[in-house]
């Protein structure tokens, strides 16, 4: 008897004090940024809102595991080695990113620009692969970064195809943040852009979120025929983008078919919908 109730107050109590630690370990790692990759112990303290010493412990077993590392000099912390590996076992191993390869590749040598894979995540974009065309870097593929929606060629096209209630919710949810001058912050103008990029098939990014910077994009649809991902490629210079080349947006659209259908998705079984927009 004295076993089995030893056995459940073990599970009542310890277990779920060490779910609660595992919730602040991620939390702590989700406060680590490009714009905040540093943090002290006193800073995650008062940014979480608990107790130093319970930081300080957590901490302690990130560094052991290879999460976090501490600087010598000014003893922040910042991601560990560790975090790199496992984005390098998840680049290479993401279905989007196995299937996505040999397009994404030919695209980016046929018109000697960059490629972008990116996959719909919580609310944003998160980028998976950047393709280069120059032959020192056709190999490189970055995991990251993770990006907007509502200002990115990449996003919008994506947005432009979600079911309404998700897009809806989107709406309610984001705040339509200024990057750049051309950055659209009306929802009413947004989603009237999204209507014609549902009818084209491909979006634009005209330097909304980074100076001198356009894009066009097209969604990756799933079998259940959701947008889930996308596919980008970048345009120079900017002024191209208000007249782009018919063969241009070809070739994205069908790049974007092409990973589509890798990732089970069937155009006719969608015939009507999303399947004559996506028609390059």
Known sequence: MFDIVEHLLYHKKVLPMSVKSIEKAIDILSLFSLTN???SITEISNSMG???ATVHGIVRTLIQQGFLIQDAENRKYSLGLRIYELGTILSGTLKINLVGLGPVKHLAQKHSTMVRLGLWDHGS????MNRFSSSDVAQIQLLGPRIPAYCTALGKSILAF?????LQDY???IKLSAY???TVVNKKDLLLELEDIAKLGHSKDNEEYVSGHCCIGAPIFNRMGNP??????SVLPPDLIQELPSPLVHDLIETSIEISMSM???PAAFSGGMATKMVP
């Open 37 to 39: 990759p540093h943090w």
């Open 50 to 52: 608990i107790p130093k």
């Open 125 to 128: 974009v998160f980028v998976t």
């Open 162 to 166: 979600l079911p309404k209630e998700q």
């Open 171 to 173: 709406l309610e949810f």
């Open 180 to 182: 750049t001058p051309h």
């Open 228 to 233: 889930i991902a996308a596919v980008s490629l």
């Open 264 to 266: 089970g998705y069937v």
